[in-house]
């Protein structure tokens, strides 16, 4: 069979709405920024990937993406080779604000390995995660990501969620959020209110949701002290305590001390953090991200290094649109040890702003059927495509950044931690 080698790649920048989710560094901006990447072959299948937006990291993909006409797209080890290769530029661009610290490389790669497999499934009618290895389950069951938040964004109408500022309000948004998708796992993003009141909302999603496993995640705005503390107090009541404090050696002191397993997406964000997390044992649950982690194929690296050392695996999310949620679908699919419901920022989104063209993905009972269709399943939506992009032109956001768009409001916030 002739080679059908990648003609053109296009990479076009998008924004969507996003509420004014508060976290450790800020709050999330009025849009979120992605990259949508199509990958074209001579044969003119296109398969799909999506990226963060930060122009940092758009002018690394675009790069990228003028090294890979002519490549094989069922050789992703000549796409990485040659990602690999090119010079480092410009800092940040990590689309988290700063919070996910991970290699600009295996971030670069991601989307076009994922647009890579999308041609390969496309092309012998499979869906991705038969190229995976196969699915070991027909659905993937996702968790709940709740956020403390404002009404509105400043000078705009009060948003449909509103705000969330204590407890109360925090039960109220479980609530509405597992009545619309029905999930049953619970994260809390914390590291916004002092841990007390972190601490108080915990045990008011337990008394509302007695049979729940929650999740709180204060990205590292904790001392290895109040994040001891937090834990002692939350005994049996986490599933899992996320990232209470910065790096491995801070996180062992905190798991030798607490009773729950701690989990990361933080201090273990590529493969040579793993031996030093291993030998200190700071953790027991690593929260993959095929964006970060350099696709799916080396995240299915990662479930087979958790499983190696007996860790659990996760999955992480920020900010996302359909193509990203296709991608994670399949890989949870195929990954047998990954037994947590994944994040997915996915109900914070207007549920018809998207590329896709609606319908192939459908959250019931907390959980997303996975694509049976070849590729990633998904179509792109070429109208709405243009339209996301002129809102990325319009929108004035050219890179996500919480923590001065929260000093617009609070100035003097300083958001280096410990905070607490
Ligand atoms: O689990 C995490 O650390 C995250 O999801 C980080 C994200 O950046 C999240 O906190 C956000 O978007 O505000
Ligand atoms: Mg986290």
């Keep these: 069979m002739p080679v059908d080698r990648i003609r053109e790649v296009r990479i076009t920048p998008v924004a969507f709405h996003d509420p004014p989710l508060l976290n450790a560094v800020g709050v999330h901006q009025p849009f979120a920024l992605r990259a949508v990447v199509e990958v074209v072959t001579e044969d003119g299948v296109t398969g799909l990937g999506e990226s963060y937006g930060d122009a940092v990291h758009l002018d690394r993909l675009r790069r990228a993406a003028e090294e890979l006409r002519g490549v094989d797209p069922w050789h992703?080890?000549?796409?990485?080779?040659?990602?690999?290769?090119?010079?480092?530029?410009?800092?940040?661009?990590?689309?988290?604000?700063?919070?996910?610290?991970?290699?600009?490389?295996?971030?670069?790669?991601?989307?076009?390995?994922?647009?890579?497999?999308?041609?390969?499934?496309?092309?012998v009618g499979r869906p991705v995660t038969d190229l995976l290895g196969g699915a070991v389950r027909d659905r993937v069951e996702f968790s709940a990501y709740l956020f403390y938040k404002w009404a509105g964004h400043p000078g705009a109408e009060e948003d449909r969620w509103g705000a969330a500022r204590d407890s109360d309000e925090i039960v109220a948004q479980a609530r509405r959020i597992v009545d619309e998708f029905g999930f049953n796992a619970l994260k809390l993003k914390g590291g916004v209110v002092p841990p007390q009141e972190e601490v108080a909302a915990i045990r008011a999603l337990r008394a509302a949701f007695p049979d729940s496993p929650l999740r709180i995640d204060p990205n590292a705005a904790w001392s290895v002290e109040t994040s001891v503390k937090v834990g002692t107090e939350l005994a049996g009541v986490l599933e899992y305590l996320e990232d209470p404090t910065a790096g491995i050696a801070g996180m062992a002191r905190v798991?030798?001390?607490?009773?729950?397993?701690?989990?990361?997406?933080?201090?273990?964000?590529?493969?040579?953090?793993?031996?030093?997390?291993?030998?200190?044992?700071?953790?027991?649950?690593?929260?993959?991200?095929?964006?970060?982690?350099?696709?799916?194929?080396?995240?299915?690296?990662?479930?087979?290094?958790?499983?190696?050392?007996?860790?659990?695996?996760?999955?992480?999310?920020?900010?996302?649109?359909?193509?990203?949620?296709?991608?994670?679908?399949?890989?949870?699919?195929?990954?047998p040890n990954l037994t947590y419901a994944c994040d997915t920022h996915w109900p914070w989104k207007e549920q018809d702003e998207d590329?896709?063209?609606?319908?192939?993905?459908?959250?019931?009972?907390?959980?997303?059927?996975?694509?049976?269709?070849p590729g990633l399943g998904v179509e792109l939506d070429r109208d709405a495509l243009a339209r996301l992009h002129e809102q990325y032109l319009t929108c004035g956001i050219t890179s996500r950044d919480d923590t001065a768009y929260y000093r617009g409001h609070h100035p003097g916030f300083d958001p280096t931690p410990p905070r607490w």
């Design 76 to 123: 992703v080890q000549e796409i990485a080779r040659r990602v690999r290769l090119l010079p480092e530029t410009g800092t940040g661009g990590d689309g988290t604000s700063g919070m996910v610290r991970s290699a600009t490389a295996d971030r670069v790669l991601s989307p076009f390995e994922v647009a890579c497999l999308d041609i390969q499934g496309r092309t």
């Design 255 to 335: 798991a030798r001390a607490v009773p729950m397993p701690l989990a990361t997406n933080m201090c273990v964000v590529a493969f040579d953090h793993v031996r030093p997390a291993v030998e200190a044992d700071a953790v027991r649950v690593i929260l993959s991200d095929h964006h970060f982690w350099g696709g799916l194929g080396r995240s299915r690296a990662l479930a087979s290094t958790c499983e190696t050392f007996g860790l659990g695996l996760s999955m992480h999310s920020n900010s996302h649109l359909g193509i990203s949620l296709a991608a994670m679908t399949h890989l949870a699919a195929a990954t």
């Design 355 to 373: 590329v896709i063209v609606p319908g192939a993905l459908r959250f019931e009972a907390g959980a997303v059927a996975v694509p049976t269709a």
